[in-house]
């Protein structure tokens, strides 16, 4: 009889623990608060404990007004329109973020005028860092956001940059359109000029504010580091014979 007894006591008390969110009662009415004030507030006045991440809830604030109301209608309030949910176990209360959209995944090809592939396109939700590249056949794949205002942005040098709105389509066919002021373009070579639509060789250039941000001895020290495949070598400081000397590629050159 004794053991009975104490088994259904302790029944009873786990039963009253576990319905304590759904009996007490809070009144709150409070203009723009923080939610780590909310939540204090409410442990000051009742048993309730929170746990949360401060990132999640940084700089998120919350107008409450209930009267004699229960815990879940206080939450529903505080995180209305908000990326949080909750979840109550016994006196305990966590706040995390509901689970992203997953998204969508959108395929596609990059063609040029000509209907050749071109690879190495860059393209990026507009408005993220989300992006990827084209490959070697001109193809793509990117899971983007699941609404129908995601707008991707196609860009390649020598060719014009092009933003599309994804919509309802998970299959897009891009056709970029040349840039002819950029072919147009005279670039100086080591023996003349040529247009920069008919060079078939790598060209690099560089500004001259970028030569001039600090003083050197001789404007091929300017140059160290400044220009992918040039490189520089100065093999002494003696005044004078401070030039350096530049290796283009594998082909030296003696300045």
Excluded at 52 to 65: G, P
Excluded at 114 to 125: D, F, Q, S, T, Y
Excluded at 153 to 178: A, M, N, R, Y
């Amino acid at each position: 009889m004794r053991n009975t007894l104490i088994l259904l006591i302790c029944t009873f008390q786990l039963q009253a623990v576990a319905s304590y969110g759904q009996t007490a009662r809070l009144t709150l009415d409070t203009k723009e608060i923080h939610l780590e004030q909310l939540f204090k507030q409410i442990e000051k006045n009742s048993e309730f404990l929170f746990n949360y991440l401060d990132a999640d809830i940084e700089n998120i604030k919350a107008k409450i007004s209930v009267k004699n109301g229960t815990i879940q209608e206080i939450l529903t309030q505080a995180l209305k329109n908000t990326s949080l949910t909750y979840s109550i176990n016994d006196r305990h209360i966590t706040i995390f973020r509901m689970q992203q959209n997953p998204g969508k995944t959108i395929h596609g090809t990059v063609l040029d005028s000509r209907g050749e592939a071109i690879p190495g396109v860059n393209l990026v939700e507009k408005g993220t860092t989300n992006g990827t590249t084209t490959d070697l056949d001109g193809k793509f794949s990117i899971n983007v956001a699941s609404n129908k205002d995601v707008v991707l942005t196609f860009s390649f040098v020598g060719f014009i940059p092009q933003e599309v709105q994804v919509g309802d389509k998970s299959v897009l066919s891009i056709t970029l359109i040349e840039d002819t002021q950029a072919l147009d373009e005279v670039v100086v070579v080591g023996y003349g000029t040529q247009r920069r639509g008919n060079l078939t060789g790598s060209v690099s250039a560089i500004k001259s504010e970028q030569i001039t941000v600090a003083p050197v001895g001789n404007v091929t020290n300017a140059l160290t580091g400044k220009l992918p495949g040039l490189i520089t070598k100065q093999s002494t400081g003696l005044p004078g014979s401070d030039q350096a000397t530049l290796n283009i590629r594998g082909f030296g050159s003696h300045w």
